[in-house]
């Protein structure tokens, strides 16, 4: 039988970068949708700002929360990596090969760096889309600042 030890070392890699892709493809998929959304969306259709903000945000939460989690994603994979070096280790009765403990910390670290390469795009998408929120809103105010002041 498989220890958690023993599954962790052979699938923990799989795991934490399979979930930063997964997340890597939703932020994907949100942001191409909230571009072609703020592409057409045409403000002198709403009554009132409110409904327009709904429709204008919806979907930026989720690009947000994959830049804000995908480094402790990638983080906890290290963790977990530098902790499976250590048990082993620990476990190997004195012989310590520093090239091989080096090896081992180096390939737990690139969790961390994928999580940051999925993290950096995932907010620079999440602040160009609230710049055009942003400048959505201010054509709606506009919009509705000529109308009253005729």
Known sequence: M??????????ID???L??????SFIM????VERFIFLGKVNVSQYS????LDIDLNRNLTVISTVGAN???VGLLGTVIGI???FYELGNSGGDIDAASIMVHLSLALKATAVGILVAIPSMIFYNALGRKV????LKWKALNENKHGE
């Not at 009132?48 to 409904?51: E, G, L, P």
């Open 18 to 23: 399979g979930l930063l892709c997964f997340m």
């Open 48 to 51: 009132n700002i409110h409904d």
């Open 28 to 31: 994907l998929w949100a942001v």
């Open 83 to 85: 902790l499976l070096t």
């Open 14 to 16: 799989y795991i934490i």
């Open 70 to 72: 995908a480094p402790y």
């Open 2 to 11: 498989m220890s958690l030890f023993d599954f962790l070392q052979q699938y």
């Open 134 to 137: 942003e400048v959505n809103r």
